[in-house]
């Protein structure tokens, strides 16, 4: 018989998921795209999800950060603009576009 294994630990996609779902209740369609790396252990300009708002101000970063530590706190946003070239980077280190958002 062979061991059934049961891991407590939410996996990176489900928090992820859950967090692009929080993002869409709170910003509507000023949130353009979230893209994460791979694994919440990589980083990018120290973090680990980009969220890309049509604008931003420092209360939507706040938001962005209690959001993130609401629902995981493996999940270290960074949050930029269109215009901005945080998304480069991110491609760039494997991130992708996290399903269901756009």
């Keep these: 018989m062979f061991p059934i ?4 630990e939410t996996s990176w996609l489900e928090s992820l998921i859950k967090f692009v779902q929080e993002l ?7 949130l353009k795209k979230v893209i994460a790396l ?5 980083r990018v300009y ?6 890309v708002l049509d604008r931003y101000d420092l209360k939507d970063v706040d938001l962005v950060v209690e959001l993130a530590l ?10 930029s603009s269109e215009e901005e ?14 399903e269901g958002c756009g």
């Design 5 to 8: 294994v049961v891991e407590s």
């Design 70 to 79: 609401k629902v995981d706190e493996r999940i270290n946003p960074l949050v």
């Design 38 to 42: 791979p694994s919440p252990e990589m």
């Design 24 to 30: 869409r209740r709170e910003f509507k369609g000023r």
């Design 85 to 98: 070239g945080d998304v480069k980077a991110f491609l760039g280190e494997g991130g992708v576009e996290v």
């Design 46 to 51: 120290d973090s680990n999800v980009l969220v």
